[in-house]
């Protein structure tokens, strides 16, 4: 007898291929690189000069390029999806809920291997001095 599915995780399920899909425009670029970020702070809008905010979207199957800011830290507040961060070299999965704090200078980077974006908000605040 064949068994009937009763569960199944959004996170977790399996998307549609064929035209006009995302996968399917995906492959029709030369970058995996593919994602929004919303400005909601600027530095110059805050009294202290030092803080910045951001709303960022990593579309399914893409990634940023990674990068390092010298002179600031940061926060990520993960508000829908899941994705895997990278922070000098240690991979970790984060999902809907979890803060990540990303130090000084440190070398970091977000893949989302899985089939929903992956958003969050982001601030940074610069060193002082």
Same mark, same amino acid.
């Given at each position: 007898m064949k068994?009937? +599915?009763k569960k199944r995780n959004l996170l977790e399920a !399996?998307?549609?291929t064929g035209n006009n899909t995302f996968s399917d425009i995906l492959s029709k670029v030369d970058s995996n690189v593919v994602r929004?970020? +919303?400005m909601l702070l600027r530095e110059n809008e805050? !009294?202290?000069g030092r803080?910045?905010?951001g709303y960022t979207t990593i579309y399914p199957q893409?990634?940023?390029r990674g990068h390092i800011h010298a002179p600031l830290e940061e926060v990520y507040f993960i508000t829908s999806g899941k994705g895997i961060m990278e922070i000098e070299g240690?991979?970790?999965e984060a999902e809907a809920g979890d803060v990540v704090y990303i130090p000084f200078a440190k070398f970091h980077r977000t893949e989302?291997?899985?089939?929903l974006p992956l958003s969050y908000v982001w601030i940074t605040v610069k060193k002082e001095g």
């Open positions: 068994e009937i +599915l !399996e998307a549609e929004d970020t +919303l805050s !009294e202290s803080i910045k905010v893409c990634f940023t240690e991979k970790f989302n291997p899985y089939h």
